[in-house]
């Protein structure tokens, strides 16, 4: 890649400087949380006006490679956590999977009764059931990563409380242990959301930020739905990957 700015390129001159800045932190020559350059000693390392550095730079931090502290500077981001699309797995599995301790702020636990969608999603037909709902803030080492929302199609005449939630941390082992519920498979869509102030507040990043929402359907060893989640994560620490395949004619 280029580590030179070319005036004559069709590409804005705040890309191409975002993207020999970018590679820079992707091959590791910036290390994670380091402070960057500022824009005194950009300025004359790629012959560029101060206002093409600072576009660059909150371009890359609306990308989520960059943050910016008050009264400090410009830092580089933690390396965005990558979740495979066609992985079936837990919010701690993959917190330690990245050698990252997961945790939990418990904001609701408690039987409710069930909206048209999620009764649709968990094939309830019944008017009068409920479904367990499990509302908190997923940590990584601390830090706010991501909003979940569970709905739990529990069996007949079983239960849940809340301490065996803040005991357990993981849903699907809890399921698993107590009701002999083996998550198997699920159906999974993705998209990208704005934070809602409230969002914001308790993921601790600005209003407006972009999120990943995924909602997913999970499925038991008997091919019955007993889990329909809601999951808002941070768009600065989270990407998904998946391998495509070419299906080639005959």
Do not use: C
């Amino acid at each position: 890649m280029s580590s030179t700015i070319n005036p004559f390129n069709a590409v804005p001159k705040y890309h191409q400087l975002a993207a020999i800045l970018r590679h820079k932190i992707d091959d590791g020559e910036w290390k994670t949380h380091s402070p960057i350059p500022s824009e005194r000693q950009l300025e004359p390392l790629y012959n560029v006006s101060r206002a093409t550095i600072r576009q660059a730079i909150e371009l890359l931090i609306r990308q989520g490679y960059l943050y910016r502290e008050h009264g400090r500077g410009t830092f580089v981001s933690p390396q965005k956590l990558q979740k495979g699309i066609q992985e079936l797995t837990s919010f701690s599995e993959d917190m330690r999977s990245r050698g990252m301790e997961p945790g939990q702020i418990l904001l609701e636990a408690g039987l409710v009764q069930p909206s048209d969608k999620i009764s649709q999603r968990l094939e309830i037909t019944s008017d009068t059931q409920k479904v367990f709902k499990i509302d908190r803030v997923r940590l990584g080492d601390g830090i706010p990563m991501g909003i979940q929302t569970s709905y739990l199609l529990l069996p007949v005449g079983q239960s849940l409380n809340r301490e065996e939630v803040e005991t357990y941390g993981s849903i699907y082992t809890l399921v698993t242990e107590k009701f002999h519920l083996i998550p198997t498979e699920a159906d999974e869509t993705l998209e990208v959301v704005l934070a809602s102030q409230q969002e914001a507040d308790l993921l601790g990043i600005p209003e407006g930020s972009p999120l990943l929402l995924t909602e997913r359907t999970t499925y038991s060893q008997n091919r019955r739905p007993f889990e329909f989640v809601k999951i808002l994560y941070r768009g600065d620490r989270y990407k998904y990957f998946a391998r495509l395949t070419r299906l080639i004619s005959q």
